[in-house]
């Protein structure tokens, strides 16, 4: 915990643990561990995002960056309930995804949250669900940028091989605007092979849920995954 930062540089791999329940309490931690060793093995960037309850237990049990799954625009002090972004610091997370599909936030919200975080030295994932939306959302210069279509989240059905077109496409509108914003790609996915026509298409990473959580061995499945991101 403390100063876990990314390189930037490296592809990336984003285990959203959702609030799935075999991910949550005590087997958020055994997850992480599993991501931990892999990660160090494959020297590979794997990012943690567990339930927001178990954040600062996970961001204190391994030593790979944790982020929260989401962040509130709401100040420090009586705010009860709300995720704040300075807590989620204070807890260990490097960082936040925001406007999951399964939280959508307003983009005026996305605005002023990206440069407090950034002030406060946190990574920012800004969700999108079409090409058109990575362009509003990229010119706001997160860290990253995930397209994830909704309809094919959780279907294991990979968004790199049923909407090859969305990737590329929104790719092409990230490259227009800065190249600090990196863009990635979710839904859908559970293959090493998946992974790899999501970077043969141009994105830098993928963000993963069930395909990791519901799979058989978390350890190969996540072995799997990562393996297309190792740098070659
Ligand atoms: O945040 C990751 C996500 O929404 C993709 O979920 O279950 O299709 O890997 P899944």
């Given at each position: 915990?403390?100063d876990?930062?990314l390189?930037?540089?490296?592809?990336i791999?984003?285990i959203?643990?959702k609030?799935?329940?075999?991910v949550s309490g005590?087997?958020?931690?055994?997850?992480a561990?599993?991501a931990?060793?892999?990660?160090k093995e494959?020297?590979v960037?794997i990012v943690l995002?567990?339930?927001?309850?178990?954040l600062?237990?996970?961001a204190r049990?391994v030593?790979?960056?944790?982020f929260?799954?989401h962040?509130?625009?709401a100040k420090?002090?009586s705010?009860?309930g709300?995720i704040?972004?300075?807590?989620?610091?204070a807890?260990?997370?490097?960082?936040?995804?925001l406007?999951?599909s399964e939280?959508?936030?307003?983009i005026k919200?996305?605005?002023?949250?990206?440069?407090?975080?950034?002030?406060l030295g946190?990574?920012?994932?800004?969700c999108a669900?079409?090409?058109?939306?990575?362009?509003?959302?990229?010119?706001l210069l997160?860290d990253?940028v995930?397209?994830?279509?909704?309809?094919?989240?959780?279907t294991?059905?990979?968004?790199?091989?049923v909407?090859?077109?969305?990737?590329s496409?929104s790719?092409d509108?990230?490259?227009g605007?800065?190249?600090?914003?990196?863009?990635?790609?979710?839904?859908?996915?559970?293959s090493?092979?998946?992974?790899a026509?999501a970077?043969e298409?141009?994105?830098?990473?993928?963000?993963?849920?069930?395909?990791?959580i519901?799979?058989?061995?978390?350890?190969?499945k996540?072995?799997?995954?990562?393996?297309?991101?190792?740098?070659k």
């Amino acid at each position: 915990m403390g100063d876990i930062g990314l390189s930037m540089r490296e592809k990336i791999m984003i285990i959203n643990f959702k609030n799935y329940p075999e991910v949550s309490g005590d087997g958020a931690i055994r997850l992480a561990r599993v991501a931990e060793k892999v990660a160090k093995e494959l020297d590979v960037e794997i990012v943690l995002a567990p339930p927001t309850p178990d954040l600062s237990r996970v961001a204190r049990s391994v030593t790979i960056p944790v982020f929260a799954q989401h962040t509130d625009l709401a100040k420090p002090g009586s705010t009860t309930g709300f995720i704040v972004p300075e807590v989620v610091k204070a807890c260990g997370g490097v960082g936040t995804i925001l406007n999951h599909s399964e939280r959508r936030v307003p983009i005026k919200v996305i605005e002023e949250l990206i440069p407090r975080l950034k002030g406060l030295g946190l990574y920012s994932v800004v969700c999108a669900k079409t090409p058109r939306e990575v362009k509003d959302r990229a010119v706001l210069l997160p860290d990253y940028v995930a397209v994830e279509p909704p309809e094919l989240i959780g279907t294991g059905r990979a968004v790199s091989k049923v909407k090859p077109d969305v990737i590329s496409r929104s790719v092409d509108e990230v490259r227009g605007v800065r190249d600090s914003v990196k863009l990635i790609c979710g839904a859908g996915i559970t293959s090493g092979e998946d992974v790899a026509i999501a970077l043969e298409l141009g994105a830098f990473g993928i963000l993963v849920a069930s395909g990791v959580i519901k799979s058989e061995s978390w350890d190969s499945k996540i072995r799997e995954l990562a393996r297309p991101l190792v740098s070659k």
